[in-house]
Nanobody
Framework: QVHLMESGGGLVQPGGSLRLSCAAS????????MGWYRQVPGKQREMVAL???????SYTDSVKGRFTISRDNAKNTVYLQMNSLKPEDTAVYYC??????????????WGQGTQVTVSS
């Protein structure tokens, strides 16, 4: 089994910054894609940013130029640096990881979520 532990959420004023971290642990052979999603009440979960094992990132349009995703493959950890935060970034942020376990079976795991609130 693969477990994802997120940290770094909180309350920040508009224009401020936060850094989210997510560490994966368990019977992991390889993680192909790691990413961050977010969800607000009454809406579908949306992709915020993804990063491949090779370090290629992709972002949803609303965060381009403000958020940066990165990962440390040795630590099975993904980060999301969020700058110039806006009230509309307020959501529960979820970490996701897709890969292979030691048994060569694929997995897709989610973290428990961390609240990000942007408000003055």
């Amino acid at each position: 089994q693969v477990h994802l532990m997120e940290s770094g959420g909180g309350l920040v004023q508009p224009g401020g910054s936060l850094r989210l971290s997510c560490a994966a642990s368990g019977t992991i052979f390889s993680i192909t894609v790691m990413g961050w999603y977010r969800q607000v009440p009454g809406k579908q979960r949306e992709m915020v940013a993804l990063i491949t094992k090779g370090g290629d990132p992709s972002y949803t349009d609303s965060v381009k130029g403000r958020f940066t995703i990165s990962r440390d493959n040795a630590k099975n950890t993904v980060y999301l640096q969020m700058n110039s935060l806006k009230p509309e970034d307020t959501a529960v942020y979820y970490c996701n990881a897709d890969g292979l376990g030691y048994d060569m079976e694929g997995f897709g795991s989610w973290g428990q979520g961390t609240q990000v609130t942007v408000s003055s």
